[in-house]
């Protein structure tokens, strides 16, 4: 069982940027495929940005593509997702995910693990 913990979220301006943070235990952090994923009110969770078990391969949403960059530390456990440019259309509940796999994954339902989620507002 991987146990993960996000951190991170916060009040910003819209230009302003935020480096969110998903510690992984429990488990072998390296052999896991790691999701971000946000949930606006009102709206369903949505993928943001992936990232593959080496940190070699990564995918980010159109949205966000050039603004977010998703990262792991093995060393750490640790997986973040730097975001930079924010817009008040930015501002939902921000979850990381787990998966053990060797892929990229931008599904939901690929991810079998899951934080609990960390408030990011931007203000405009």
């Known amino acids: 069982q991987v146990q993960l913990v996000e951190s991170g979220g916060g009040l910003v301006q819209a230009g302003g940027s935020l480096r969110l943070s998903c510690a992984a235990s429990?488990?072998?952090?390296?052999?896991?495929?790691m999701g971000w994923f946000r949930q606006a009110p009102g709206k369903e969770r949505d993928i943001i940005a992936s990232?593959?078990?080496?940190?070699?391969?990564?995918y980010y949403v159109d949205s966000v593509k050039g603004r977010f960059t998703i990262s792991r530390d093995s060393a750490k456990n640790t997986v973040y997702l730097q975001m930079n440019s924010l817009k008040p259309e930015d501002t939902a509940v921000y979850y990381c995910?787990?998966?053990?796999?060797?892929?990229?994954?931008?599904?939901?339902?690929?991810?079998?693990?899951w934080g609990q989620g960390t408030q990011v507002t931007v203000s405009s």
């Open positions: 995910a787990a998966t053990l796999g060797f892929g990229l994954y931008s599904r939901m339902g690929s991810y079998e693990h």
């Open positions: 429990g488990h072998t952090f390296s052999s896991y495929a």
């Open positions: 990232i593959n078990w080496t940190g070699a391969s990564t």
